[in-house]
């Protein structure tokens, strides 16, 4: 019923309402409308409306004189598109100056800190009971400017471009993210992230962790990575594993 009205808000980032009228106008109706949202903003509209929900919640001592919805978008895209130079922002959003947006990227990072649940990794067991395996693990890249020091530790040839990464686990059936490390530069080996992590520690002692072919080097015998191979190469009993 929520996804079927019809969205108010404007997401030109042009204009922006109150911090607390906004609450139920963060959705998409339009499947095409929600690709550009992703795109823009790095996660789906619904995400984004339960996460304003949450700071309508708060007391309005603690906001920021003047913060609003359009504020909490320039930081979605801003984090999302690290690319775009401060004259690109200005000319986009209609901006004042340099200092006023940090400003608000400042304020609007530490709202959303504040709200964000705390990441608990028991929470792999709460629709999932087998531990082998518990939960996916895996590294996401942050794009970043090419560093004047050491540039080379942070360029990921995979990715052709400079960042640092960080590691996530997600549950099983109600997808959710129950551990978040990092940064880390940009050219480490994933399963090197993943022993130095602390997530090895945190693991029962039966457990695994599901992981793509970028861990199959590892000596860690937790990680269940797929069989190599093309499907028309390999049997039945590896397809189906796979």
């Known amino acids: 019923a929520e996804r079927s009205k019809t969205c ?4 030109d980032l042009h204009t922006g309402e109150g911090w607390r009228s906004a ?10 409308r929600e690709r550009v949202f ?27 004189h003047l913060w609003s ?17 401060w004259d690109s922002l200005r000319s986009k959003f209609s901006l004042g100056n340099e200092d006023t947006f940090k400003k608000h990227l400042w304020e609007s990072l530490c709202i959303v800190d504040y709200v964000l649940p705390e ?15 518990s939960c996916t693990v895996d590294t996401f890249p942050a794009q970043i400017e090419q560093p004047h020091l050491h540039p080379w530790e942070y360029w990921n040839s995979h990715y052709e471009m400079y960042c640092v990464k960080y590691e996530i686990c997600c549950s099983f059936i109600v997808p959710r993210i129950v551990w978040l490390t990092g940064p ?3 050219n480490a080996n994933d ?21 793509d072919k970028q861990y199959r080097h590892s000596s860690d015998s937790y990680f269940v990575c797929p069989v190599l191979g093309h499907r028309y190469h390999l049997g039945d009993v590896e397809n189906h594993f796979n």
């Open 8 to 11: 108010s808000m404007s997401f």
């Open 23 to 32: 609450a139920q106008d963060l959705q998409y109706t339009n499947s095409k």
């Open 38 to 64: 992703r795109a823009h903003f790095g996660g789906p509209s619904e995400a984004y409306g339960m996460l304003w929900r949450d700071i309508g919640r708060l007391d309005e001592t603690l906001m920021p």
């Open 69 to 85: 919805a359009k504020h909490l978008l320039q930081m979605a895209f801003f984090l999302k598109c690290p690319q775009w130079n």
């Open 119 to 133: 990441l608990d990794f028991s929470e792999r067991f709460e629709h999932w009971k087998s531990a082998d395996p």
């Open 184 to 186: 880390w530069k940009g």
């Open 191 to 211: 399963d090197t992230i993943t022993r130095e992590s602390g997530l090895r520690e945190r693991m029962l002692l039966e457990e695994s962790i599901l992981a």
